[in-house]
C-alpha cells in the first residue's frame, strides 16, 4: 500500500492516538472542518447531518454515536458523512463538561434541584461502582439522557447555523473559482483557434 506506515504503531500508541491527536487539537480541529466543507451535498443537508451527530454526542450512549447520528440524520434528510463527523463535537476533551451539564440539568428536571455530591456520597458511589456497576449506572443515566435532549437541541441548532453559512460560502466561492477557470480556458481556446486560423 502506497500510504502505509513503515513500523506498525503499538497498542499503547494506537490508544493515545485515539484518545489524544498525534498532531495538535488545532490541526484535528481544521482537518474535521476542511472535511465537512467539502462534502458534495446542499449546505442544508450537510448542517443537518452535522447537527444531528452534535446533538448525539450529548448522550451517553458512547459506543452507539455513530448509529444514533446515522438513524437521526436519514430521518431527518441530513447528510451522513457529515452526520458521523458531527460527533467529533464528543471527544476526550468535551465529554467531563457534556456529562456533568447534561446530568446537573436532567436532574434538575427530573427532581427539581441539581444533586450535590458530598464527599461520603462520592466515597460510597465508588466503592459501588466497582461492585455493582449496572445498579449504579443505570440511575445516572436516566438524568443524563434527560438532559442531553435540551442541550443537545441547543448545540445542533449552534452547529446548524455555523455549518450552513460555512458550507454555502465554502461552495459559493468553489464554484466561482470554477467559473474563472472554466472562462479563461474557453478563452485560451479562442485564441488558439484564432491564431491557427
Same mark, same amino acid.
Given at each position: 500500500?502506497?500510504?502505509?506506515?513503515?513500523?506498525?504503531? !503499538?497498542?499503547?500508541?494506537?490508544?493515545?492516538?485515539?484518545?489524544?491527536?498525534?498532531?495538535?487539537?488545532?490541526?484535528?480541529?481544521?482537518?474535521?472542518?476542511?472535511?465537512? +466543507?467539502?462534502? !458534495?451535498?446542499?449546505?442544508?443537508?450537510?448542517?443537518?447531518?452535522?447537527?444531528?451527530?452534535?446533538?448525539?454526542?450529548? !448522550?451517553? +450512549?458512547?459506543?452507539?454515536?455513530?448509529?444514533?447520528?446515522?438513524?437521526?440524520?436519514?430521518?431527518?434528510?441530513?447528510?451522513?458523512?457529515?452526520?458521523? +463527523?458531527?460527533?467529533?463535537? &464528543?471527544?476526550?476533551?468535551?465529554?467531563?463538561?457534556?456529562?456533568?451539564? !447534561?446530568?446537573?440539568?436532567?436532574?434538575?428536571?427530573?427532581?427539581?434541584?441539581?444533586?450535590?455530591?458530598?464527599?461520603?456520597?462520592?466515597?460510597?458511589?465508588?466503592?459501588?461502582?466497582?461492585?455493582?456497576?449496572?445498579?449504579?449506572?443505570?440511575?445516572?443515566?436516566?438524568?443524563?439522557?434527560?438532559?442531553?435532549?435540551? +442541550?443537545?437541541?441547543?448545540? &445542533?441548532?449552534?452547529?446548524?447555523?455555523?455549518?450552513?453559512?460555512?458550507?454555502?460560502?465554502?461552495?459559493?466561492?468553489?464554484?466561482?473559482?470554477?467559473?474563472?477557470?472554466?472562462?479563461?480556458?474557453?478563452?485560451?481556446?479562442?485564441?488558439?483557434?484564432?491564431?491557427?486560423?
Amino acid at each position: 500500500m502506497l500510504f502505509r506506515r513503515r513500523q506498525k504503531p !503499538t497498542r499503547i500508541e494506537s490508544l493515545r492516538v485515539a484518545v489524544w491527536p498525534r498532531h495538535s487539537w488545532v490541526r484535528s480541529t481544521r482537518y474535521y472542518g476542511k472535511r465537512v +466543507l467539502r462534502l !458534495t451535498a446542499s449546505p442544508h443537508a450537510i448542517a443537518l447531518g452535522f447537527a444531528a451527530g452534535a446533538f448525539t454526542s450529548f !448522550t451517553p +450512549l458512547i459506543g452507539f454515536h455513530f448509529l444514533i447520528s446515522f438513524a437521526i440524520a436519514y430521518v431527518i434528510g441530513g447528510n451522513l458523512i457529515a452526520s458521523a +463527523l458531527g460527533t467529533s463535537v &464528543g471527544n476526550p476533551l468535551t465529554f467531563p463538561f457534556i456529562w456533568a451539564s !447534561t446530568y446537573k440539568l436532567g436532574s434538575w428536571i427530573l427532581h427539581g434541584e441539581a444533586v450535590r455530591a458530598h464527599g461520603e456520597v462520592h466515597e460510597q458511589f465508588q466503592q459501588r461502582l466497582l461492585t455493582k456497576s449496572l445498579d449504579v449506572l443505570l440511575p445516572m443515566l436516566k438524568p443524563m439522557m434527560v438532559g442531553a435532549v435540551p +442541550l443537545g437541541l441547543i448545540c &445542533g441548532a449552534v452547529c446548524y447555523v455555523i455549518v450552513y453559512k460555512s458550507v454555502e460560502v465554502y461552495q459559493l466561492r468553489r464554484r466561482n473559482t470554477m467559473d474563472r477557470r472554466r472562462c479563461g480556458a474557453s478563452i485560451e481556446d479562442e485564441d488558439q483557434g484564432r491564431s491557427s486560423q
